[in-house]
């Protein structure tokens, strides 16, 4: 098994040479680590997961029983394939003290998908799909792998995404610690709640998204008599899922093309909505002026819209007509649907 883990790291690092894992280990660590300055030494938050095969995990009666270590991950993501062998050890040899627990990130990946992946690659923990994005928020999600070990007490201990000394002195560190907390009240992880979430047939509110260049944008404009098309998506899309997941690679090149191109149409407001996923304002910047984009972009640093939107899949586009009520939803693979709404509206 480890032979097999260790050919397609191998194969995965050969014929990916650009994209937001490769050759980014530092820049990768830097994000998981500010992502986890706000979390370390907070009390973790007592979700309940579920896994895919239908067993519940609750966390907070975990605590102050067995340490915990999440691995956010997804099965397109190359140093996530690398990592498993060491991910898989920490499960095989975890004991009664801790608790391994892997965490799809469901951004762009599916439950057939992480099937697939067991199957070829023979991997056992329990992994959880975090299909709505409400795991990755409470934890700050910024990186694929990103490891979250949680101690005895309940505390977040570390938040990084190399697997390497620091990760296995923090797995130590977790078990061996108190079971009990101590010293101050520890602050306790806040956990976004999604009171906005917006379907077809629903209307926007008058609400803002800062624009990259510091610009703001209003979601809803009635004044302005023009219908609004929001195309969610990331900027790595198109070349690092080019031969991992060419399908989709294709999809976010097809939509980005038929955005170009029907992007001076009149009475047409267009926002580019990036995942703030493996992405930065200077990675957005990059792609504007690589691909030429000349829609507003912004940057969905928290995930909060994609969340609000109800999307995982890119690139996916939600058109609003001139009320701003929400009228078509465009999935990927969809490749009249655009043209087509916009000729209805």
Partial sequence: MRLLYSAIGLLASAVLASGPAAGAETSGQQLAQTAGRSL????????VLTTIDGKAVNLGQLYGKQAVYL??????????????????HAYETAGPDLAVIAIDVGFGDSVEAIREFQQKTGITMPVV?????????????????????????????????LADARLDAALVAARTASAVASGPVARAVRVPVNRLHFAVGDTLPATSVLLLGGASFQLREPALHSAT??????????????TTRPAVS??????????????????????????????????????????????????????????????????????????????????????AGLTEALETL
């Fill in 40 to 47: 370390v030494g907070a009390m973790a938050p007592a979700l």
């Fill in 71 to 88: 691995k956010f991950w997804a099965t397109w993501c190359v140093p996530c394939r690398e990592q498993m062998p060491h991910f898989e």
């Fill in 129 to 161: 799909f975090d299909e709505d994005g409400h795991i990755a928020a409470a934890f700050n999600l910024r990186v694929t792998p990103q490891h979250v070990v949680i101690g005895r007490d309940g505390r977040i201990q570390y938040v990084g995404h």
């Fill in 229 to 242: 098309v929001f195309v969610f998506l990331s900027p790595w899309c198109e070349s690092y899922l080019a």
């Fill in 250 to 335: 294709g999809n976010c090149r097809r939509v980005r093309e038929q955005v170009s191109s029907l992007a001076a149409q009149p009475h047409v407001r267009w926002l580019g909505i990036a995942s703030g996923l493996w992405a930065k304002p200077d990675d957005l910047r990059a792609y504007r002026k690589q691909y030429k984009v000349a829609i507003p972009l912004a940057l969905d640093a928290s995930g909060k819209l994609f969340r609000e939107f109800g999307v995982n899949d890119m690139p996916t586009v939600i058109i609003a007509d001139a009320d701003g009520k929400l009228v078509r939803r465009v999935e990927p693979g969809d490749a």
